[in-house]
T-cell receptor, first 110, second 113 residues
Framework: GQQLNQSPQSMFIQEGEDVSMNCTSS?????WLWYKQDPGEGPVLLIA?????ELTSNGRLTAQFGITRKDSFLNISASIPSDVGIYFC??????????FGSGTKLNVKP | KAGVTQTPRYLIKTRGQQVTLSCSPI?????VSWYQQTPGQGLQFLFE???????NKGNFPGRFSGRQFSNSRSEMNVSTLELGDSALYLC????????????FGPGTRLTVT
């Protein structure tokens, strides 16, 4: 199936640093979602975006729906050790199908 | 509010066998989607059920099937298991399946030997 291009694939950062990751697609999406997945668990929804240009925050997390509707980014400010995990973007197309990025593995060094 | 529950959490099966996985959505959610997650292919959409009807289907062979009951609980069945079916199977529920967020369950880890 279609995959979104998510980058970077992995990141190693120091606690306290800011993090940025993004997803791009060749198709237009109506919704962008960002999830975090811990090992052996299902993804947990972090932020949902519904309109082009929309900027939404959830605590230290901020995500934006690109104005072209083909991209989205997620920023994490002042990272902490519990931010460790895999972050996925997901986009929903006009046919209500969801497509997922390959994930960004975040490692935070205390 | 209870989250999405999936049973069993872990399963080991032999090639050629069949398996049934169960998903109970969040109360009030009518849409249930199933995904397969593997290290190589990532998260891939299997199918979506809404009000007991399959509304969307991904690109998986006919060995993968599902159904939804009147209480919105859903089951997924895989027949004639292959080694490549080893994966984490996730279900996600949403209120209407349209402009709504999906909430994932913890997944069922299926190992085929």
């Amino acid at each position: 199936g279609q995959q979104l291009n998510q980058s970077p694939q992995s990141m190693f950062i120091q606690e306290g640093e800011d993090v940025s990751m993004n997803c791009t697609s060749s198709s237009i999406f109506n919704t962008w979602l960002w999830y975090k997945q811990d090992p052996g668990e299902g993804p947990v929804l972090l932020i949902a975006l519904y309109k082009a240009g929309e900027l939404t925050s959830n605590g230290r997390l901020t995500a934006q729906f690109g104005i072209t509707r083909k991209d989205s980014f997620l920023n994490i400010s002042a990272s902490i050790p519990s931010d460790v995990g895999i972050y996925f973007c997901a986009g929903r197309d006009n046919f209500n199908k969801f497509y997922f990025g390959s994930g960004t593995k975040l490692n935070v060094k205390p | 509010k209870a989250g999405v529950t999936q049973t069993p959490r872990y399963l080991i099966k032999t090639r050629g066998q069949q398996v049934t996985l169960s998903c109970s959505p969040i109360s009030g959610h009518r849409s249930v989607s199933w995904y397969q997650q593997t290290p190589g292919q990532g998260l891939q959409f299997l199918f979506e059920y809404f009000s007991e009807t399959q509304r969307n289907k991904g690109n998986f062979p006919g060995r993968f099937s599902g159904r939804q009951f009147s209480n919105s609980r859903s089951e997924m069945n895989v027949s004639t298991l292959e080694l490549g079916d080893s994966a984490l199977y996730l279900c996600a529920s949403s209120r209407e399946g349209g402009y709504d967020e999906q909430y994932f369950g913890p997944g069922t880890r299926l190992t085929v030997t």
